[in-house]
């Protein structure tokens, strides 16, 4: 399975990013996705994920501002983020399971990194 994100970039403080990423290969395996981020000198954490019957999860960190989404005719995921926040800055991975949980985590993409200026 290859795993492709795309969407990250710079934007000031209140702006929102659409992160993207499609899925390749091997897909009948994936059970469970989720979007992932870390920044500089931390660990790698959740930040939202769809579990195998489509139900979305979100961490405190994501509620009331991000959205996940699912698209299983174009093997793709997707992470709407609003309102973004300094703190949003951080390389976001897309990761994708074989059993339906988002830890631990059997592919990853390389990341997209995203920037939020003050």
């Known amino acids: 399975v290859q795993l492709v994100e795309s969407g990250g970039g710079l934007v000031q403080a209140g702006n929102s990013l659409r992160l993207s990423c499609t899925a390749s290969?091997?897909?009948?395996?994936?059970?469970?996705m989720g979007w992932y981020r870390q920044a500089p000198g931390k660990a790698r954490e959740l930040v939202a994920g769809?579990?195998?019957?489509?139900?979305?999860f979100y961490t405190d960190t994501a509620k009331g501002r991000f959205t996940i989404s699912r698209d299983n005719v174009k093997n793709a995921l997707y992470l709407q983020m609003n309102n973004l926040k300094p703190e949003d800055t951080a390389m976001y991975y897309c990761?994708?399971?074989?059993?339906?949980?988002?830890?631990?985590?059997?592919?990853w993409g390389q990341g997209t990194q995203v920037t939020v200026s003050s």
């Open positions: 990761g994708a399971g074989e059993g339906n949980y988002f830890y631990p985590i059997d592919y």
């Open positions: 769809i579990n195998g019957g489509g139900s979305p």
């Open positions: 290969g091997s897909i009948f395996s994936i059970v469970a």
